[in-house]
């Protein structure tokens, strides 16, 4: 049976939407070979084509260009997803970015929005997702660009919230908050794309009927996350988007791709 290499994050959304899939508990014409990464090495690693089907932000598509095509199922969107800026005191967005950001990638959705949002960033200091939070409290940064479980534990640092960019994307477009999507690298063929994304889907909605089965895979890959917030996480992360992106978010990803001034293929070769 052919092997197939699928790049996607150690966060619990991830670990719990993908574990069917990676355990065989989905029937699927191929095996897959996991490679857990942070989003921003698998957005870096994308400009290599470095795996069949691969997490990307979506902030990252224009910059992949022809190399990968976006699959309708597994992908991250919704509503109150978004990123958050924090800092240890309140201050407006403006004020913040004067200073020193931590930002947790440039080809990050969260620094696309921010960039959109506000486009003058003083010194955009890039870190990793879960060094931003500490950064940010012991003063090396003057404010960050929080994804993925730390908008859940920011307050535990002491910092407070400057700005939520997804409330201001779905105030400014009524769009969904596209993140991130899952794609195929494009010299996969037509008919193992279309195989991937029903796997996909599969893993999904075994997730969905089978919540409690992907419980020790989730908590081997999140640190020292606790049970609640990984399943703030996933409750925020794993929706109906995940099933099948939709018209909506395939236009909410559109609009944020377009934002660069560029244009995506679908899995069925039309623009999404």
Same mark, same amino acid.
């Given at each position: 049976?052919?092997? !197939?290499?699928?790049? &996607?994050?150690?966060?619990?959304? *991830?670990?719990?939407? $993908?574990?069917?899939?990676?355990?065989?508990?989905?029937?699927?014409? $191929?095996?897959?070979?996991?490679?857990?990464?942070?989003? /921003?090495?698998?957005?870096?690693? +994308?400009?290599?084509?470095?795996? *069949?089907?691969?997490?990307?932000?979506?902030?990252?598509? +224009?910059?992949?260009?022809?190399?990968?095509?976006?699959?309708?199922?597994?992908?991250? !969107?919704?509503?109150?997803?978004?990123? !958050?800026?924090?800092?240890?005191?309140?201050?407006?967005?403006?004020?913040?970015?004067? #200073?020193?950001?931590?930002?947790?990638?440039?080809?990050?959705?969260? &620094?696309?929005?921010?960039?959109?949002?506000?486009?003058?960033?003083?010194?955009?200091? /890039?870190?990793? &997702?879960?060094?931003?939070?500490?950064?940010?409290? *012991?003063?090396?940064?003057?404010? #960050?660009?929080?994804?993925? /479980?730390?908008?859940?534990?920011?307050?535990?640092?002491?910092?407070?919230?400057?700005?939520?960019?997804?409330?201001?994307?779905?105030?400014?477009?009524?769009?969904?908050?596209?993140?991130?999507?899952?794609?195929?690298?494009?010299?996969?063929? +037509?008919?193992?794309?279309?195989?991937?994304?029903? =796997?996909?889907?599969?893993?999904?909605?075994?997730?969905?009927?089978?919540?409690?089965?992907?419980?020790?895979?989730?908590?081997?890959?999140?640190?020292?996350?606790?049970?609640?917030?990984?399943?703030?996480?996933?409750?925020? &992360?794993?929706?109906?988007?995940?099933?099948?992106?939709?018209?909506?978010? !395939?236009?909410?990803? /559109?609009?944020?791709?377009?934002?660069?001034?560029? =244009?995506?293929?679908?899995?069925? #070769?039309?623009?999404?």
């Amino acid at each position: 049976m052919r092997e !197939l290499t699928f790049g &996607y994050s150690p966060c619990p959304n *991830d670990t719990f939407a $993908f574990h069917a899939l990676v355990h065989g508990l989905v029937e699927a014409p $191929f095996r897959i070979r996991p490679v857990l990464l942070d989003i /921003e090495e698998l957005n870096r690693r +994308a400009h290599d084509s470095a795996f *069949d089907l691969t997490k990307l932000s979506v902030g990252a598509f +224009a910059a992949v260009g022809e190399r990968y095509r976006l699959l309708r199922s597994g992908a991250a !969107l919704g509503e109150g997803v978004g990123p !958050l800026v924090v800092a240890r005191t309140p201050m407006t967005l403006a004020e913040a970015m004067a #200073g020193r950001v931590a930002i947790p990638g440039r080809e990050t959705t969260a &620094y696309r929005l921010l960039r959109l949002a506000a486009p003058t960033i003083g010194d955009a200091v /890039e870190l990793r &997702y879960d060094r931003i939070l500490h950064a940010v409290r *012991d003063g090396e940064v003057d404010a #960050g660009l929080i994804i993925h /479980e730390s908008r859940f534990t920011y307050a535990e640092h002491g910092l407070v919230r400057v700005a939520d960019l997804g409330d201001w994307w779905q105030a400014s477009t009524g769009l969904p908050v596209p993140l991130a999507g899952i794609c195929a690298r494009d010299d996969l063929d +037509a008919a193992s794309v279309v195989a991937a994304e029903h =796997a996909i889907r599969a893993s999904v909605q075994y997730a969905f009927d089978h919540p409690t089965a992907s419980r020790e895979y989730v908590r081997a890959h999140a640190q020292e996350l606790s049970d609640e917030v990984c399943a703030q996480h996933i409750a925020l &992360y794993v929706n109906t988007f995940s099933l099948d992106v939709g018209d909506d978010g !395939l236009r909410a990803i /559109e609009r944020l791709v377009g934002a660069a001034g560029h =244009a995506i293929n679908g899995s069925d #070769g039309s623009a999404a």
